[in-house]
DNA sequence: GTCTATAATGGGATAGAC
DNA sequence: GTCTATCCCATTATAGAC
């Protein structure tokens, strides 16, 4: 698996204006080739040398382009919620606010389902981050469940969601159910992407239960 | 944090006649303890000396109890496992079968939001574990699985659950509302096991989606 | 059953030649 | 930009005294 990898090393971030702004370049096929692995055996247990051999180079040769382990890792967790927030703040500001909360859950499962290894990783792997990093990923991920959240609030106040339940229990289990599919999907194999977006889709909002209308 | 110890140190299990069967006594303490580390640090990045100082004990005398590290991950993912299956077969036997997917949510969750160290660890490292040990964890979860999925077309059949989606999908929904909760709740903090049970019942069953019948 | 001391291994990261 | 060689250190696990 060659990958070539471009240019640049990774340069500590100096002041940026916009949160989780690019502060290196890593090629892509680097950092999902890292993705790969770390999700399969877990970041800490992944050695730097699994991770060269995967590119088909020497673990020092990894050294010419991150100073440290741990950049594979962060940008894995920043470029992910970078796309998932941006992606997600695209489709709100087109989208009738009558199926917001519809739209957002197609937006994010599309997203998240085409880069499997990069968002089980950013999810299950954070606590693995340190200091600064980590709190930039944390901040970034609470962000963007700030925006879920006020989502699932004016969804109650279009109608679109139920009222008689508060939000905070209706966006943790919306959160769940959009997170955990990475982990579910990956035990059961061969369901498209798609049916497993329309399925979720259906099972949050209409509920599993059989309806009165239903034949018995 | 000085829980002592009794007896005992891990044998190979030899062949027992019942899946699970403890093979070995660690106590309790001991295996909660490790339990609470490996969530906070996983499983790799958590040390002998990490664990030997939780339990007030250097780091050798840990191997008075154990042979290996990976004792304690075991048997966390075991005793686990064995209590979850035992307290939903448990249920299966006594309830009303045409309440018997709400049943078991309500089991499900009281036994792992009361022990979510353990569950935490469970779901997320098992990966980790090597060899015979792993294909037992695994086996166990697929079985709990396929209780899950049985009482899911069950319930398809009895009228408590739509029959308009695959039991596929409404299993996996379940499954992610069940194992996920974990995660979301520690996230929000204080919120009580009962309310959160009681919450994401109605939401799996009911929707998150207003009803006709709602005022707008 | 707990300790101190230490062996043995493997990991992240660096030096420096080509 | 890639390699070989190596440093340094943390980690798992053991030895053996008390």
Redesign the pocket.
């Given at each position: 698996m060659n990958s070539?990898?471009?240019?640049?090393s990774v340069a500590e971030e100096k002041g940026t204006s916009s949160p989780l702004s690019s502060p290196t370049q890593i090629s892509t096929g680097f950092v999902e080739s890292a993705a790969s692995l770390f999700r399969e055996q877990g970041y800490?247990a992944?050695?730097?040398?699994?991770?060269?051999s995967a590119l088909?180079?020497?673990?020092?040769?990894?050294?010419?382009?991150?100073?440290?382990?741990?950049d594979l890792l962060y940008e894995i967790c920043r470029q992910s919620l970078a796309e998932l927030t941006g992606a997600v703040q695209a489709t709100l500001e087109t989208v009738d606010s009558s199926t917001a909360v519809r739209a957002v859950i197609a937006t994010h499962l599309s997203i998240v389902l085409a880069k499997k290894d990069m968002f089980s990783v950013t999810l299950m792997e954070t606590r693995s981050l340190t200091g600064a990093r980590r709190e930039k990923i944390l901040e970034a991920r609470l962000r963007y469940r700030n925006i879920i959240g006020e989502v699932v609030r004016e969804g109650q106040l279009n109608g679109e969601l139920r009222n008689d339940i508060e939000s905070t229990y209706l966006s943790m289990a919306l959160f769940d159910h959009l997170n955990w599919i990475l982990f579910s999907h990956s035990l059961e194999g061969n369901h498209v992407p798609e049916n497993i977006a329309e399925h979720y889709t259906r099972i949050y909002l209409e509920g599993a239960a059989a309806k009165p209308s239903d034949g018995n």
């Open positions: 070539r990898v471009p240019e640049g800490a992944c050695t730097t040398r699994d991770l060269a088909g180079i020497q673990k020092s040769t990894l050294y010419h382009y991150i100073d440290r382990k741990e």
